[in-house]
């Protein structure tokens, strides 16, 4: 503001330094963690489930949501067709680890959980859209040798977020919303590997549990396969069946059904 005392303003820039500090000795602090953390097999295929809970944070309301994740030679790529990023949740996304603060209904926890796809790449390219229609596309790099040059990092991710708003301009993202994509190379295989072989594991029972969830598509250089949540069945007051069609190209079509028990009656969707 026009005739602002300059010691309020050098006192509220000193505020935002150690604002902006502070969260990078904390994510710093969380990726030395992690790395020392990684070789352990429980940890590789972490990122894999922060990425499903982050799409499930997004899930729009009436509307299916579709998980893609593909491997290219040199990059993995991740999309889902949730709501788009709020001015908070990029922002959240940007300078911490999360979207956004972990809210009713939400099971994340804010600060550490996207942290955990960094044992991928420390630099993710940032693809999506705004609440607001403007569009996005850059690089986030947590890369750094300490928490200063962490804070640089992020402090260049963020102009690099505001330069790249499309006003006016179309990326061609189809009815995805959302997309990650992870440069590989060989240190990063086996962690790669261990979060597609869980996730070909259990994406029926995501489908059948994670009520939001309605496809699940896995498309790697030997095979492509979709999960698709075709309907619920109620069998007794709290038991119900989850029909799901699995489509796979290395073979014909099959039907799967999860019988889920529930101490309460549920109105199926």
Known sequence: MDGEDPKLKALDNARDSVVFENTAQTV???????????????????????????????????????????????????????????????????YHGSTKLMSRGQVGQFGTGFLSTHLI??????????????????????????????????????????????FGKS???????????YPLNETTNKVVVAGINELRKYAPYVLAFGQVFKSIEIQTADDAVQINKKGEERLQDTIYMVELLWNSEAQEPEKHYVALASAVSKKLV
């Open 28 to 94: 710093f602090k969380h990726l030395k963690e992690l790395e020392s953390e990684s070789r352990r097999d429980s940890v590789m295929s972490r990122w894999i489930w922060e990425l499903l809970q982050n799409a499930r944070d997004t899930a729009p309301q009436n509307q299916e949501l579709r998980v893609v994740l593909s491997v290219e030679p040199q990059c993995l790529i991740f999309r889902h067709n949730g709501n788009p990023f709020t001015d908070k949740e990029i922002a959240h996304l940007i």
């Open 121 to 166: 790449s420390k630099e993710i390219n940032m693809r999506g859209q705004l609440e607001s229609g403007h569009q996005f596309d850059f690089v986030l790099d947590r890369q750094g040798k300490d928490f200063k040059a962490l804070n640089d990092a992020m402090q260049s991710s963020w102009s690099q977020f505001k330069d790249s708003l499309g």
């Open 171 to 181: 990326m061609k993202m189809g009815d995805f919303t959302t997309e990650y994509r």
